[in-house]
C-alpha cells in the first residue's frame, strides 16, 4: 500500500495563477482533509470531506475549493494565488468511527511570488 | 469551536532527561486527545492518543495524561534521545461524529547529546 500520496512535491506559481493539489490514499477511507503548516503556526485545517462526494470548510477556508469525486481522491485548488498562501499542503486520511488515527501525506511545499 | 493552546513552543533538554509539553483545550465535549510526532522535512504520525475515559496511557518512554477537570493534557517522554528531536503536536476533538481534530501550534524539542 503507498499509503497516502500528493502531486506535486513542490510548485512554484506567480500570483494569480490557479492550481491543484492532488491528494490519493489507497486504505479506503471514508474522511480525508487538506492542511496548511505555517511556521509557529501548526496545522490548520483548510477543508475535509466525511466521504465521497461531501466537503465542509475547515479553520482557513478562504482561497480554496475543494472536491471529492471519487473516494480515494481529494483535490484542493487556488483559483488565483497570492503570497499568503505560500506554504506547506499535507493531506491527511482517517476512518471514523472506530479509527480516529489521520494518516499524512508527504506534504506539497507551494511557493507564491 | 475548539481551542487547543500548546506550551512551550520550543524546548531543549539534555539527553538522558525528561521533556514534558503541555496542552489545554477549551470544549468539554471533546474526548479524544492524539499526539503526533513531526521529524524534520517529514510528515506528521501519530505516536500516541488517550481517550477520557482513561487518566494515563503509557507507551515505552512516552506518556500523556489527562485531567478532564482542568481541561489539560500532557506528553511525558523519559530518558530523550537524540531521535525524539522533532516537532511535537498535540490536539483534540471528539471521538465519534464528523468533528475535525484541532491542532496546537506545536513544540519543537530539540535533545542535546
Known amino acids: 500500500n503507498a499509503g497516502v500520496t500528493q502531486t506535486p512535491k513542490f510548485r512554484v506559481l506567480k500570483t494569480g495563477q490557479s492550481m491543484t493539489l492532488l491528494c490519493a490514499q489507497d486504505m479506503n477511507h471514508e474522511y480525508m482533509y487538506w492542511y496548511r503548516q505555517d511556521p509557529g503556526m501548526g496545522l490548520r485545517l483548510i477543508h475535509y470531506s466525511v466521504g465521497e462526494g461531501t466537503t465542509a470548510k475547515g479553520e482557513v477556508p478562504d482561497g480554496y475549493n475543494v472536491s471529492r469525486l471519487k473516494k480515494q481522491n481529494f483535490l484542493l485548488g487556488l483559483e488565483s494565488a497570492a503570497p499568503s498562501q505560500t506554504s506547506v499542503y499535507f493531506c491527511a486520511s482517517s476512518s471514523p468511527p472506530s479509527v480516529r488515527t489521520q494518516y499524512f501525506g508527504p506534504g506539497t511545499r507551494l511557493t507564491v511570488l | 469551536g475548539e481551542n487547543v493552546e500548546q506550551h512551550p513552543s520550543t524546548l531543549s533538554v539534555q539527553e538522558g532527561d525528561s521533556a514534558v509539553i503541555k496542552c489545554t483545550y477549551s470544549?468539554?465535549?471533546?474526548?479524544?486527545f492524539p499526539w503526533y510526532k513531526q521529524e524534520l522535512g517529514k510528515r506528521p504520525q501519530l505516536i500516541i492518543d488517550?481517550?477520557?475515559?482513561?487518566g494515563e496511557k503509557k507507551d515505552q518512554r512516552i506518556a500523556v495524561t489527562l485531567n478532564k477537570t482542568a481541561k489539560h493534557f500532557s506528553l511525558h517522554i523519559t530518558e530523550t534521545q537524540p531521535e525524539d528531536s522533532a516537532v511535537y503536536f498535540c490536539a483534540a476533538s471528539r471521538f465519534s461524529g464528523n468533528t475535525p481534530l484541532v491542532f496546537g501550534k506545536g513544540t519543537r524539542l530539540s535533545v542535546i547529546a
Open positions: 470544549d468539554s465535549a471533546s474526548n479524544y
Open positions: 488517550i481517550r477520557s475515559n482513561v
